[in-house]
């Protein structure tokens, strides 16, 4: 570990804060170029090049001195997000909670101090006051903050192991997309755009057990944090299928409310608040009470429910509405829900076709939480030098 050496962030590169433009510049907005905020990028994940707003030529011209070139670090830096470590791939402008690094090529490699940025998740957080109403760590003392690197080789080679679980990841969740998007076409030649005569439509319960999940007791500590996942609606972002969830029961956990125990791949439907995800269940589980759950009565309805609880978002809004603030779909308008019946001999054969995408999805959904395992193992290691990489001492001059 002698040839590492330590440095401060500011040494690294040069630092840049982002900034909003005014709100009396209406026509800094437009579509020249990505406006990033913290909400644009997740922890752990190489920022797409979108944003939910784009600056005009205007507000580029007008914010110049703060464009990012690609390849920069985006670390936000103040608020609930602080910590979150993102990659531009297309020229960008932030807001002012981030401070970005453009790295100075010559002294580290910009794969390798986004991951080292990652790494440095809660001592950025420490630095920000955790825990304060508003964290913050500005400019000044982002510069200041001291970490420790290796020489530019070790640098690329370590940026190369990490890098290569991610391309990984990402492959298997695009594919996951691709894969998704191919069974809802499925679902719309067979049961909208191919719809019959004659087939008629049948209350949801009709299909299954409809379930409504509940919360045990919070005041009993011994039946939380076990192995039977406790699924809430933030759980169900994004995520086909539930591996891990934040909160867990244990089996007195579970066992003090047993009826509302589900199978796996039981189909999952938020319905008060946020309405209208739907996610099945990758193990035997539970749920709280925003969300109500499906237990087919035949294997064949599966995928089939699944698929229709997807493409009945806009319904599940409307049910959920009754003139209130907060949307609320209870169970019992959930369980008459129509349901289009076609013929079982079309449902079993639209499920021997379905059945093989929703396969892969779930491989590739545990491959990504395998990979992603090792990741966040490995990482901590290597930036220690716990675990070292080979690779070709750098020759000198080149």
């Not at 003090?256 to 995800?277: D, F, M, R, Y």
Request: proline share 5%; aromatic share 10%; charged share 25%.
């Amino acid at each position: 570990m002698s040839e590492w050496k330590e440095c401060k962030l500011g040494e690294l590169g040069t630092v840049v804060t982002g900034k909003t433009p005014s709100k009396n510049n209406p026509e800094d907005w437009g579509d020249a170029m990505p406006f990033i905020t913290p909400s644009d990028y997740k922890y752990y994940g190489k920022m797409a090049s979108r944003s939910e707003r784009n600056l005009s030529i205007v507000g580029v011209d007008r914010l110049s001195n703060k464009v990012l070139p690609v390849n920069s670090i985006l670390v936000t830096c103040i608020g609930s997000d602080m910590g979150k470590v993102a990659m531009n791939q297309i020229k960008v402008i932030t807001n002012q909670q981030i401070n970005s690094i453009i790295p100075d090529v010559d002294i580290v490699n910009n794969n390798f101090l986004y991951y080292r940025l990652v790494d440095m998740y809660k001592t950025l957080r420490i630095y920000g006051g955790d825990g304060t109403a508003v964290p913050i760590v500005n400019k000044g003392d982002f510069e200041s903050i001291e970490t420790e690197i290796p020489p530019l080789p070790e640098q690329r080679a370590i940026a190369s192991v990490l890098s290569s679980l991610d391309d990984k990841i990402d492959l298997l969740h695009r594919q996951n997309k691709t894969l998704e998007a191919m069974a809802e076409t499925l679902f719309r030649q067979w049961f909208v755009e191919g719809v019959e005569e004659g087939w008629e439509e049948r209350p949801l319960s009709f299909y299954g057990n409809i379930i409504c999940g509940k919360t045990p007791s919070k005041k009993v500590q011994n039946y939380f944090n076990g192995d039977t996942p406790f699924i809430k609606i933030p759980d169900m972002h994004g995520n086909v299928f539930l591996f891990d969830t934040a909160d867990s029961l244990t089996d007195a956990g579970k066992l003090s409310q047993p009826n509302k125990t589900l199978p796996s791949k039981s189909i999952c439907v938020s319905c008060i608040a946020t309405v209208g995800l739907v996610s099945f269940n990758a193990k035997e589980s539970q749920t709280n009470q925003q969300i109500n759950s499906i237990v087919p009565h035949e294997e064949y309805y599966r995928y089939y429910l699944y698929l229709t609880m997807r493409s009945s978002y806009d319904l599940l809004h409307a049910m959920a509405s009754g003139g209130t603030a907060t949307l609320n779909l209870n169970t019992g308008d959930f369980s008459k829900i129509p349901v289009l019946y076609p013929d079982q001999s079309v449902l079993e054969t639209f499920h021997r076709e379905i059945k093989p995408l929703f396969d892969k999805i779930f491989f590739n959904q545990s491959q990504i939480r395998t990979l992603e395992k090792l990741r966040d193992n490995l990482l901590p290691k290597l930036m220690s030098g716990e675990v070292r990489v080979k690779f070709e001492q750098q020759e000198a001059g080149t």
